[in-house]
């Protein structure tokens, strides 16, 4: 079993502290995973010397871009120096004396600060709201962005692989600000909450052959039905699975997913051509509805180069994931290399037993690495317990 371990930079220089890179290699972890680009965020950090309460910086890259972005600029966040190297230069120079190895653990379109400044550029839903977080993939200078980002990335001596995470279209699933709503949105209301209607993606129902405007009516027909007309104190049934739509629902449904595989086919063969020698990893979600950080199955199937499947798991314990690997669209995302990654924190996980089950699951699973999720938020207790008998 390989273990990784995702980091920020500023775990990275508070390790120098607690016995640097080699004390996380001497716990069995193989890889770090740092991140690249990243959005905004309250952490805990409970070891780290300086700072427990954390607010990140929004949307902003821990290296130094060099490409011409075109509308969309990234922007340096505080631990890229003026002068001399960034954060990922220096922990790909640094890792192969430690026997590490460096993945570019990059959030692509979740750019809160990118979407308000352009907001014609982000996930417009049935009604016509934006959702600022959300980058829409289908217009072009969000896919000129993306593969910028990951030609960039590949440029660095000494990385090896890059892992994409909101690289489709976010959805209403994305928590925000206090937020508050009266129906809690799943399966196929909040499909349809987070099926985008902007410009670029009213030209990919063209292109696959749909009419965009008709599809947007019937879902805003839809939303109606399950909300304004509806009894929030006794909510109706909504459809979860292919089995329960009707002809309506099916043909608005079927139609946003073309549109979606169409606005992921661009982007799929952009970053690929970008990212050079570096290994690819694509965060995957094995339902084909999901609208959250990770390519839905089918999104991910444009994908087709020998790219890692990486199951994101942060919030479900060895039942919940259990489960999940036994969901019927595992079967396409079978074969080839396959990462799980874990947040090892009670409630969900709270026994040796448990870890020992995701060493077993992945064993049963043909699931070759387990990534620990994440350096700065666990204890230094919570590492070690977990690195050491993950990789035993």
Aim: hydrophobic share 40%; aromatic share 8%; proline share 5%.
């Amino acid at each position: 079993m390989q273990v990784a371990l995702y980091v920020h930079p500023f775990d990275v220089t508070a390790l120098e502290g607690h016995g640097g890179l080699g004390r996380l290699r001497d716990l069995g972890v193989g890889e770090l995973s740092m991140a690249t680009s990243y959005h905004d965020g309250r952490w805990l950090t409970p070891w780290h010397p300086e700072r427990k309460v954390r607010f990140l910086e929004d949307g902003c890259v821990h290296f130094r871009p060099n490409r011409d972005y075109g509308l969309l600029q990234p922007k340096l966040s505080s631990e890229v120096p003026d002068l001399g190297s960034s954060p990922l230069e220096r922990l790909c120079a640094a890792a192969p004396d430690a026997g590490l190895r460096v993945r570019a653990w990059t959030v692509f379109g979740h750019n809160s600060r990118l979407g308000e400044k352009h907001p014609e550029l982000t996930v417009e839903n049935a009604f016509g709201d934006r959702y600022p977080y959300s980058l829409c993939p289908s217009q072009p200078a969000v896919q000129q962005f993306h593969q910028n980002l990951v030609g960039d990335l590949a440029g660095h001596a000494g990385l090896a692989s890059i892992e994409f995470e909101a690289l489709g279209q976010m959805g209403i699933q994305h928590s925000s600000h206090h937020d508050k709503k009266s129906f809690s949105p799943s399966g196929l209301l909040a499909f349809a909450l987070s099926a985008c209607f902007c410009s670029a993606c009213l030209e990919m129902h063209q292109e696959v052959g749909s009419d965009g405007e008709a599809m947007r009516a019937r879902v805003v027909s839809f939303i109606a039905a399950q909300t304004t007309d509806a009894d929030a104190m006794a909510p109706g049934s909504v459809p979860r699975s292919d089995d329960d739509l009707d002809e309506h629902q099916r043909e608005w449904l079927e139609s946003v997913l073309a549109a979606r595989a169409e606005a992921m086919a661009v982007i799929a063969e952009a970053v690929t051509a970008a990212s050079g020698r570096c290994d690819r990893a694509v965060q995957v979600h094995p339902d084909r509805w999901f609208t959250g950080s990770q390519l839905s199955v089918e999104s991910a199937e444009a994908f087709s180069g020998g790219e890692e499947r990486v199951l994101t798991c942060y919030g479900e314990g060895p039942a919940q994931i259990e489960a999940l690997l036994g969901h019927a669209g595992m079967a396409a995302i079978q074969g080839g290399k396959r990462r799980l990654c874990i947040w090892p924190k009670a409630p969900q996980f709270s026994s040796d037993g448990d870890l020992l089950k995701i060493k077993q699951l992945c064993a049963d699973h043909g699931i070759e690495t387990v990534a620990i999720y994440h350096l700065g938020l666990l204890p230094w207790r919570t590492i070690e317990r977990a690195a050491k008998i993950l990789s035993a």
